[in-house]
C-alpha cells in the first residue's frame, strides 16, 4: 500500500464567514488528514492567508487543489516544498513540578520561561513535536500550539539589498 505524504497548501482567499468550512470540506472530502491549519488576515483586511499541512496520497493531491481552486473565495494557492519556505510554529506549556524539567531540554530546544511553570517554544514542526516527546518522559505537561506558518522565501532577484 502507497505512503501518504505530507504536503503544505498556502491559499489566499476571502475574509469572510463560512470560507474557511469551505476549504475544510474540500479537503475532507477526499479523506485526507489536516496535521494542522492555521488562518489569519492579511494587510488586506478582505483577505485571510490559510496555511493547510494535509496527508494524503500524491494522486489525490491535484484534486484538493483543482477543488480549492475552483471555489470562487479562493484568490490564489501555492504548494510549497520544503526549500521554498521557512515555517514556524509556537508552544507555550506547563508543567505541575518544574523540578523535575530537565535544564538540557529547555536550553536545546531554546524554550524560554514566560512564568511560573510556563514557558514558551517557537521552531518547525518536528522542534516542537520532538520537545514534547522529549518533556513528556519525565514530566507531566500541558501544551497549546499553532499550527505551522509560512512565508515564502523569495527568490535571489525580488531581494533588494541595502536601503536607499
Request: glycine fraction near 4%.
Amino acid at each position: 500500500m502507497k505512503q501518504k505524504d505530507e504536503h503544505v497548501l498556502s491559499i489566499m482567499a476571502d475574509n469572510k464567514f463560512g470560507v474557511l468550512t469551505r476549504i475544510i470540506n474540500g479537503v475532507r472530502r477526499e479523506g485526507c488528514n489536516i496535521k494542522s491549519l492555521t488562518a489569519a488576515r492579511t494587510q488586506n483586511k478582505d483577505y485571510s492567508k490559510i496555511t493547510i499541512n494535509i496527508e494524503c496520497y500524491e494522486y489525490l493531491l491535484n484534486d484538493i487543489i483543482d477543488r480549492m481552486v475552483g471555489l470562487n473565495c479562493v484568490k490564489s494557492l501555492s504548494k510549497y516544498e520544503a526549500v521554498q519556505f521557512v515555517e514556524r510554529e509556537y508552544a507555550i506549556f506547563s508543567v505541575k513540578n518544574e523540578c523535575l524539567i530537565s535544564e538540557n531540554i529547555i536550553k536545546k530546544y531554546h524554550a524560554t520561561k514566560i512564568r511560573d511553570n510556563i514557558y514558551e517554544l517557537t521552531g518547525n514542526r518536528e522542534t516542537i513535536s520532538d520537545c514534547i516527546d522529549a518533556l513528556a518522559k519525565s514530566v507531566s505537561v500541558d501544551i497549546a500550539r499553532t499550527g505551522s506558518i509560512i512565508l515564502q522565501i523569495p527568490d535571489e532577484e525580488e531581494i533588494i539589498n541595502g536601503c536607499k
